[in-house]
């Protein structure tokens, strides 16, 4: 394992198994979902140690905070030791909004179905 003093933040996430390719970490980064210290990072934005690193995307967002930086994908043992998890947990799934579920063989919306399903989605 490659330990370094400072590492890009798109090799890191990757390597502590926060995105599974490089290149998602990257793109990420260039869409703004990934922060550094509350700032939009790019993807040669650097990492130390006490860094906090939020990233979105997926169901839930992901706050991090650097323990150790490294530039070589580890197992998952290993990386959970590389970071601080401190996400708020997930919603259980009950109480997930399910906005747009319609029952089955209900067939489509109607125009006055889908503005009250589109006003429940917040579009």
Same mark, same amino acid.
């Given at each position: *394992?490659?330990?370094?003093?400072?590492?890009?933040?798109?090799? @890191?996430? @990757?390597?502590?198994?926060?995105?599974?390719?490089?290149?998602?970490?990257?793109?990420?980064?260039?869409?703004?979902?990934?922060?550094?210290?509350?700032?939009?990072?790019?993807?040669?934005? *650097?990492? &130390?140690?006490? !860094?906090?690193?939020? &990233?979105?995307?997926?169901?839930?967002?992901?706050?991090? &905070?650097?323990?150790?930086?490294?530039?070589?994908?580890?197992?998952?043992?290993?990386?959970?030791?590389?970071?601080?998890?401190?996400?708020?947990?997930?919603?259980?799934?009950?109480?997930?909004?399910?906005?747009?579920?319609? !029952?089955?063989?209900?067939?489509?919306?109607?125009?006055?179905?889908?503005?009250?399903?589109?006003?429940?989605?917040?579009?």
């Amino acid at each position: *394992m490659a330990e370094v003093t400072h590492a890009r933040v798109d090799a @890191w996430c @990757w390597a502590v198994r926060l995105f599974a390719t490089r290149s998602a970490a990257g793109a990420a980064c260039r869409a703004g979902h990934v922060r550094v210290n509350g700032e939009r990072a790019k993807p040669a934005t *650097m990492v &130390v140690p006490g !860094d906090e690193v939020h &990233v979105r995307g997926g169901e839930r967002e992901r706050i991090v &905070v650097v323990q150790r930086t490294i530039v070589k994908r580890v197992g998952a043992p290993v990386a959970v030791t590389c970071y601080l998890d401190r996400s708020p947990a997930p919603v259980p799934r009950e109480l997930a909004v399910v906005a747009g579920a319609r !029952d089955r063989g209900a067939g489509r919306p109607t125009k006055r179905e889908r503005r009250q399903i589109e006003k429940l989605r917040g579009h």
